[in-house]
T-cell receptor, first 111, second 114 residues
Framework: KQEVTQIPAALSVPEGENLVLNCSFTDSAIYNLQWFRQDPGKGLTSLLLIQSSQREQTSGRLNASLDKSSGRSTLYIAASQPGDSATYLCAVTDSWGKLQFGAGTQVVVTP | EADIYQTPRYLVIGTGKKITLECSQTMGHDKMYWYQQDPGMELHLIHYSYGVNSTEKGDLSSESTVSRIRTEHFPLTLESARPSHTSQYLC?????????????FGPGTRLTVL
């Protein structure tokens, strides 16, 4: 059974620092990996989707890497801002086409 | 921004009541999903649908039921709510391809059963 783990569970950084969020998964037979952002009391917003054949994906200040063989993905957020404060979730699409989520990393960026 | 809506956003009800959580999307997506999320915990898939008249149970056992009579509408029903059903329920949809597409989420319904 696929297990998705996110470390750390919580992270606090001063504004301007780069953020590094880690995600690991136990079954490398995935079809893609997605990073989401969740704000309190709201739904999820998709940030990046990396296909299993890709090594990384970039969008603005966000960059996500994928190493399928070692079961790892890393989300980098450059020059963090207070507006980046949220919970970040990673999810893998399994062989049945369904998402398996990690528990998330709660990020606080202090001014 | 994705057009997927959930109502109500918040619901507080007593034990034994029947409730229906609404989810609708205007993107014409074939696939729709219901997730349950307890505070600080990961999302768990409880129901999904690949199209009209298609419904399947997810990984997490749930006493709820769903229906998919129209492409845009995917309601979730609890026949008799209990305190153990207290949670956040998130609806999502996706469109292109079987495994390669992005899922778009609604804002969620926070349910409290007293």
């Amino acid at each position: 059974k696929q297990e998705v783990t996110q470390i750390p569970a919580a992270l606090s950084v001063p504004e301007g620092e780069n953020l590094v969020l880690n995600c690991s998964f136990t079954d490398s037979a995935i079809y893609n990996l997605q990073w989401f952002r969740q704000d309190p009391g709201k739904g999820l917003t998709s940030l990046l989707l990396i296909q299993s054949s890709q090594r990384e994906q970039t969008s603005g200040r966000l960059n996500a890497s994928l190493d399928k063989s070692s079961g790892r993905s890393t989300l980098y957020i450059a020059a963090s801002q207070p507006g980046d404060s949220a919970t970040y979730l990673c999810a893998v699409t399994d062989s049945w086409g369904k998402l398996q989520f990690g528990a998330g990393t709660q990020v606080v960026v202090t001014p | 921004e994705a057009d997927i809506y959930q109502t109500p956003r918040y619901l507080v009800i007593g034990t034994g009541k029947k409730i229906t959580l609404e989810c609708s999307q205007t993107m014409g997506h074939d696939k729709m999903y219901w997730y349950q999320q307890d505070p600080g915990m990961e999302l768990h898939l409880i129901h999904y649908s690949y199209g009209v008249n298609s419904t399947e149970k997810g990984d997490l056992s749930s006493e709820s039921t769903v229906s998919r009579i129209r492409t845009e509408h995917f309601p979730l029903t609890l026949e008799s709510a209990r305190p153990s059903h207290t949670s956040q329920y998130l609806c999502a949809s996706s469109g292109e391809g079987v495994f390669t597409d992005t899922q778009y989420f609604g804002p969620g319904t926070r349910l409290t059963v007293l």
